[in-house]
């Protein structure tokens, strides 16, 4: 009798406990649906980007420029990047007030870097845009020669909602700026095989890093995390190349904001 208590009990047990297991199951694949969906929106109500490709060279006036514009997509977000892309090819040029201004110059040859100051004067420029979520990403790459000592590389990154195009920035995207740069400078350590120390950042040639660990000016989104770029003097002297640090979604979901306009949570 005694016997068939103990098999009535543990059978009873086992049911109870998977019932609970396949509770738990149900209860985890409903919240993993709900992010899905969540994310499956944002992706949806983005406003999906067309481009077309330029590019002009012109080894007599110093330059080899290539960049994209924006075909179909939001009127303000169209504005708002191809104003910021005109800003980096132009800088204060009033002569300039658009890209069809511009290339009116490029293909009439009345644009030029070389000077009378600079005859060896060089500039490659390249200008590219990529959609994540609702973020739309302007990647700016250029080198410029002077005829100084060198000439000088940069990267530079602007990002916009698809919808409005407002700029965003990182306070778009994180709700715990302190801890988020923690997990930043988690990485850099871990990819230079550093101490978390600012002397052991110095003595390794980060010596903009003598005050402690800061976040690059520049960044860009992809499907697998967040990119910072370092360009030249921002963490060190010109020896120093230009480097980043990557880190993945994974690792910094708890920082980031729900719904945030990346489309990751």
Avoid: W
């Avoid at 590219?128 to 990647?139: C, D, E, H, I, M």
């Avoid at 602007?158 to 740069?181: C, M, P, Q, S």
């Avoid at 660990?213 to 992809?222: C, E, R």
């Amino acid at each position: 009798m005694k016997s068939y208590i103990f098999i009535f009990v543990c059978s009873f047990s086992l049911l109870v406990a998977c019932g609970n297991s396949k509770k738990e199951n149900k209860e985890k694949n409903t919240s993993e649906n709900e992010k899905k969906e969540q994310k499956d929106a944002v992706n949806e109500k983005s406003v999906k980007l067309k481009t077309e490709k330029k590019e002009f060279k012109d080894d007599a006036n110093g330059y080899n420029i290539s960049y994209e514009v924006i075909t179909e997509g939001n009127e303000a977000l169209k504005n708002k990047a191809h104003e910021v892309l005109l800003k980096e090819l132009c800088g204060d040029d009033k002569d300039v007030k658009s890209l069809e201004d511009l290339e009116k110059k490029f293909k009439s040859k009345q644009y030029s870097v070389k000077s009378e100051f600079c005859q060896n004067a060089s500039k490659e420029f390249r200008g590219s845009f990529s959609q994540l979520g609702q973020v739309v990403s302007l990647s700016i790459r250029q080198y410029d020669f002077q005829c100084g000592a060198h000439g000088l590389g940069s990267t530079a990154y602007y990002h916009f909602n698809a919808e409005t195009g407002k700029e965003i920035t990182l306070k778009d995207i994180v709700k715990d700026e302190k801890r988020f740069i923690n997990e930043v400078e988690k990485q850099f350590c871990a990819d230079n095989k550093l101490k978390k120390n600012p002397e052991a950042y110095v003595q390794a040639g980060y010596e903009g890093f003598a005050g402690g660990f800061a976040l690059a000016k520049n960044y860009s989104f992809d499907k697998g995390g967040i990119t910072f770029s370092y360009d030249p003097y921002e963490a060190g002297p010109y020896t120093l190349p230009p480097f980043y640090v990557k880190v993945s979604y994974d690792k910094i979901k708890p920082y980031l904001l729900e719904n945030n306009p990346l489309g990751i949570n």
